[in-house]
């Protein structure tokens, strides 16, 4: 079992920079993909990124790429998402979720955490 935990949101002007981080318990998370997905108001949730668990292999969504970064640190159990210039339309709640196999974009992810809201005013 894992339990994630997002944190870094808030609000922020456009053009400017957050980091979110998904810190996580439980066992084996070292081991696990970790995926960041986003849901606007009155939207569907989007795929953002994702990265495999030694770090090596990442994919993102075509819009983003170039401005979001995925990293992760398994020795602090957390997953870093860098997000840069960002836009107003970037606002969302930003989930984290887990699986222990390559999910890539797709939502099949077994573990999820609560979300953390970025407001991005123009």
Same mark, same amino acid.
């Given at each position: /079992?894992?339990? #994630?935990?997002?944190?870094?949101?808030?609000?922020?002007?456009?053009?400017?920079?957050?980091? #979110?981080?998904?810190?996580?318990?439980?066992?084996?998370?070292?081991?696990?993909?970790?995926?960041?997905?986003? /849901?606007?108001?009155?939207?569907?949730?989007?795929?953002?990124?994702?990265?495999?668990?030694?770090?090596?292999?990442?994919?993102?969504?075509?819009? #983003?790429?170039?401005?979001?970064?995925?990293?992760?640190?398994?020795?602090?159990?957390?997953?870093? #998402? /860098?997000?840069?210039?960002?836009?107003?339309?970037?606002?969302?709640?930003? &989930?984290?979720?887990?699986?222990?196999?390559?999910?890539?974009?797709?939502?099949?992810?077994? &573990?999820?955490? /609560?979300?953390?809201?970025?407001?991005?005013?123009?």
């Amino acid at each position: /079992q894992v339990q #994630l935990v997002e944190s870094g949101g808030g609000l922020v002007q456009a053009g400017n920079s957050l980091r #979110l981080s998904c810190a996580a318990s439980g066992r084996g998370f070292s081991s696990y993909a970790v995926g960041w997905f986003r /849901q606007a108001p009155g939207k569907e949730r989007e795929f953002v990124a994702t990265i495999n668990w030694t770090g090596v292999r990442t994919a993102y969504a075509d819009s #983003l790429k170039g401005r979001f970064t995925i990293s992760r640190d398994n020795a602090k159990n957390t997953v870093y #998402l /860098q997000m840069n210039s960002l836009k107003p339309e970037d606002t969302a709640i930003y &989930y984290c979720a887990a699986t222990n196999h390559w999910a890539g974009a797709n939502e099949e992810y077994d &573990y999820w955490g /609560q979300g953390t809201q970025v407001t991005v005013s123009s």
